[in-house]
């Protein structure tokens, strides 16, 4: 399958520990990728590589991937934190004219 | 610090060929570490990924949009440029160029994207 799947909305209270998944046949072969977008603003890198995070991003994110599902967790949620969130797999192809960017729909989260 | 400017017509005629240019200052857009890529982006909807390009001009596309795209690196201006034939109202969108590490898989660094909007 060629696509990424997340759900519509995660909600979550200050303080908690925010989850959203990310489902694809085999994803757990591929590295995945999370994005944060607030409105009016352009996607940040928040993870890569499945668990790293780029240089500035705080502690409280942190990703996983086995399976056929990565996870992207928010721990201690911040309001700051509502946004969009997308999941993106790359897979290299077994040649480099058939590599594809897969995106996921988005989750919108919302702390409240 | 690296940055990404995309620039183009903010309208476009149906049927027409949509044309952009993201512009990249503070690195070179002939790395050999990095993939350029196009992202678009419907208004209240998910993103899209359309091409990445190297600077030797090896491109892979969007299966959905291969037909239409035409990307091209310009390594003298720094620049690379999107074309997108035939456009409907379904292209209108705001669209993003950003820089791909392969290595990583992923998107770091984005232009803040220009929203095109295709309508007679």
């Known amino acids: 399958s060629s696509e990424l799947t997340q759900p519509p909305s995660v909600s979550v209270s200050p303080g908690q520990t925010a989850s959203i998944t990310c489902s694809g046949d085999k994803l757990g072969d591929k590295y995945v990728c999370w994005y944060q977008q607030k409105p009016g603003q352009s996607p940040v890198l928040v993870i890569y590589?499945?668990?790293k995070r780029p240089s500035g991003i705080p502690e409280r994110f942190s990703g996983s991937n086995s399976g056929n599902t990565a996870t992207l967790t928010i721990s201690g949620t911040q309001a700051m934190d509502e946004a969009d969130y997308y999941c993106q797999a790359w897979d290299a192809g077994t040649a480099w004219d058939t590599s594809t960017v897969l995106f996921g729909g988005g989750t919108k989260l919302t702390v409240l | 610090q690296l940055q990404l400017q995309e620039s183009g017509p903010g309208l476009v005629k149906p049927a027409e060929t949509l044309s952009l240019t993201c512009t990249v200052s503070g690195g070179s857009i002939s790395s050999s570490s990095y993939y350029w890529g196009w992202i678009r982006q419907p208004p209240g909807k998910g993103l899209e990924w359309i091409a990445n390009t190297y600077y030797t001009g090896n491109t892979y596309f969007n299966p959905s949009l291969r037909s239409r795209v035409t990307i091209s690196v310009l390594t003298p201006e720094n620049q690379m440029s999107l074309r997108l034939s035939s456009v409907t109202a379904a292209d209108s969108a705001v669209y993003y160029c950003?820089?791909?590490?392969?290595?990583?898989?992923?998107?770091?660094?984005w232009g803040q994207g220009t929203l095109v909007t295709v309508s007679s």
């Open positions: 950003a820089r791909f590490p392969p290595r990583e898989g992923a998107f770091d660094y």
């Open positions: 590589e499945d668990v």
